[in-house]
């Protein structure tokens, strides 16, 4: 790491200070003492976890690099000298709970308890954070020089994400020694409360609603034209990418708001944190400027009048108490961005009244508010149909009873309506060889499957397109809720919610085998929020025995993604199709994940083919 000032000079200085001030009553035991106290590479450690873990120590010196008044409240302190192990850091978070009193700038001699505590909980598979708790601080100068920040770029980041984690600590990396030079995670590690900088860099996780965002120092690292860093496989992690967060409380100096595909320019400086929400994150000091990317939403082609549009959209929990502004603006964008497709699925439409938990389960209202802000925005009177699920059993907000719902353009498309489905009636494929249907239409896949407990259950749907059926099966799977975060102690990760996910997938595939099974060339297409990747198992279990194709696959690798989480660009919205949809037109349609201002935190997908 960079230094400024010998070590012995940069001792002395600290200590002189201190006798000038009379804290260490000019006696040679204590200078002594001192001089021997330990030093925060020492705290620190050649690994994940400090080796004074859990003990108190005494006369730890540094210069304050960075102060928080918000959230987890304390400041960083950093030896001016680096040792000569570029394994150990040297910085360190002083965590007081209470607004500190202390200044950048300052030198400050701090006892205290090491803490390695983990955001999240311990359960969450976070890596931990090495701190001091309970400090006494006292302040020994004032306006010292910050030292000179380790500056994060594409040359430093090794290409190689993490080593894989010791099989006999059930696969944790924490007490495997820091290789910095061969491991991304390792090199962050080994920076973790350093004062850090990155120059201008390209943004890749828009500004969000806490007031962060996410850079790349690696600006070639899997990048689509849009300007986003594609996630295309559990080993593509990218490793350019850092969360930016701010020092500077929002009433003082709000947070920029920046798209993917702008630049933060100028130089972003600060410590090195870890948090829950992204792992390794500058806390800046000094904050780069926005520079516009122009980026825009993007437009879907109108389909021929051969062509029978269908589209998947979360709206991400939209209920009668939202404002008439996220309606207008969700209808325009169904009129405008997604030319008035024939048919419609919704993922994440709530009851009537949203999240009051009183038992209500209709969605009359909700629908009704929407298909009449798509009337006004110059639209299709679509027609709908969904199945009411039982009350706070399908997971979502409590009281909000999210469920998928069919929207139709009549002038278009009919709908094959047969009678008898509700939220625990099971829809079945019948018919004859050469023709499929479905018993109840619309219906339930297989609602008392344990796969779809407390979680969206399939919705089926017979359509009749210029005389020819299409099966259309709206899905909302199961959550990621529950995996630990690429930054995990584990490598890899541990990602427990793909088990469910694999069940759903499993019994979505059944039931589209019973279609093709009746009928080979039937037209069926499987939408929605699959939350998961198109080289997940949970697709490799839709498509078993080629019963579906995932049709993002048929786009280009750079424009595979329909979400943005932590500044990686990522398919969780797909649309399958069955083998005797033999050609069609495929669009991943970008109008919300990559921008600060969203009507939804998904981008919907379009599909267009000839029946």
Known sequence: MPSSIPRSAA?????????????????????????????????????????????????????????????????????????????????????????????VGDAVRVNGTVTEYVPGGLNSGNQSLTQLSRPA????????PV?????????????????????????????????????????YES?????????????????????????????????NARGGTVYGSYTSQNTGRIQIQS????????????NVGDWLTGTTEGPLDFNQ???????????????????????????????????????????????QEKFDALAKAVVKNLASPDILALEEIQDDN???????????????????????AGGPAYEWRSVDPQNNKDGGEPGGNIRQVFLFNPERVSFTDRAGGDATTATTVTGTKGRAALSVSPGRIDPANAAW??????????????????????????????????????????RSSEAKRLLQAQAVNAFVKDIVALEKQADVLVVGDINDFEFSATTEALTEGGVLYPAVKSLPRPERYSYVFQGNSQVLDQILTSPGVHHFTYDSVHINAEFAEQDSDHDPQVLRFRP
Not at 362 to 370: E, P
Not at 460 to 476: D, K, L, P, S, Y
């Open 247 to 258: 020092l500077t409380p929002l009433a003082q100096q709000p947070f920029p708001k920046a």
């Open 11 to 103: 001792v002395s200085a600290v200590v002189a200070a201190a006798l000038a001030a009379g804290l260490l009553a000019g006696s040679s035991s204590a200078v002594a003492e001192d001089a021997a106290a330990v030093r925060i590479h020492d705290i620190q450690g050649t690994t994940r976890l400090s080796p004074y873990a859990g003990k108190q120590v005494t006369g730890v010196t540094g210069i304050v690099t960075g102060v928080r008044t918000y959230g987890s409240r304390g400041f960083w302190i950093q030896d001016p000298e680096a040792d000569a192990d570029p394994a150990t850091s040297e910085g360190l978070f002083v965590f007081t709970s209470s607004v500190p009193t202390v200044a």
């Open 277 to 323: 929400y992204g792992g390794y994150t500058l806390t800046a000091r000094t904050l780069g400027t926005v520079e516009d990317g122009g980026l825009e939403r993007e437009t879907t082609a109108k389909q021929h009048k051969n062509e029978l549009a269908v589209a998947t959209y979360n709206v991400e929990n939209l209920d009668p108490t939202d404002p």
């Open 191 to 223: 920076l973790e409360g350093t004062n850090v900088r990155v120059g201008s860099s390209r943004v890749v996780g828009a500004t969000d609603p806490h007031a962060e965002l996410w850079v790349t120092v690696k600006p070639w690292e899997n990048r």
């Open 137 to 144: 601080v006292t302040v020994v100068s004032k306006g010292n």
């Open 453 to 494: 407990d407390n979680s969206r259950k399939p919705l089926a749907g017979e359509f009749v397109f210029r005389g020819r059926t299409v099966f259309v099966i709206a899905n909302h799977f199961g959550s990621k809720g529950g995996d630990e975060s690429l930054t995990s102690h584990h490598q890899p990760p541990n």
């Open 147 to 187: 030292p000179a920040p380790v500056t994060i770029a594409p040359w430093s980041v090794p290409d190689a994400y993490a080593p894989a984690g010791d099989p006999a600590a059930g696969g944790s990396v924490n007490g495997l020694t820091l290789d910095p030079e061969t491991y991304a995670l390792d090199y």
């Open 354 to 376: 949203g999240a009051k938990n009183d038992g209500t389960v209709s969605a009359g209202l909700t629908l009704k508010k929407f298909t009449d802000a798509i009337v006004a």
